[in-house]
Nanobody
Framework: QVQLVESGGGLVQPGGSLRLSCAAPGSIFSINAMGWYRQAPGKQRELVAT???????NYADSLKGRFTISRDNAKNTVYLQMNSLKPEDTAVYYC???????????????WGRGTQVTVSS
């Protein structure tokens, strides 16, 4: 059973920055994409950003310019640099992976447990 584990969350003041990271057990995957979603209390989970193994990115329109996704394919790791944070960014951030397990024929989606990001003065 695969589990992705996020790190880097915490408490930050408005206008501050955080960087999240997530390392996947790449030895059992052929990875197509990794990324981040978030969910605030009482709200739906929403896309933050994704990045393919080839480097193509997809962002929520409202977050372009503040958030940047990157990856290290050799380490099977994805990062999310979050700048100019606002209280509305407060949420649990979930790592996402789309890929094919080496013992299965088709790609599937996988999720981490989530890391809390709180933006407050």
């Amino acid at each position: 059973q695969v589990q992705l584990v996020e790190s880097g969350g915490g408490l930050v003041q408005p206008g501050g920055s955080l960087r999240l990271s997530c390392a996947a057990p790449g030895s059992i995957f052929s990875i197509n994409a990794m990324g981040w979603y978030r969910q605030a209390p009482g709200k739906q989970r929403e896309l933050v950003a994704t990045i393919t193994s080839g480097g193509s990115t997809n962002y929520a329109d409202s977050l372009k310019g503040r958030f940047t996704i990157s990856r290290d394919n050799a380490k099977n790791t994805v990062y999310l640099q979050m700048n100019s944070l606002k209280p509305e960014d407060t949420a649990v951030y979930y790592c996402y992976l789309n890929g094919r397990r080496v013992d299965r024929p088709a790609p599937l989606d996988y999720w981490g447990r989530g890391t809390q990001v709180t933006v407050s003065s």
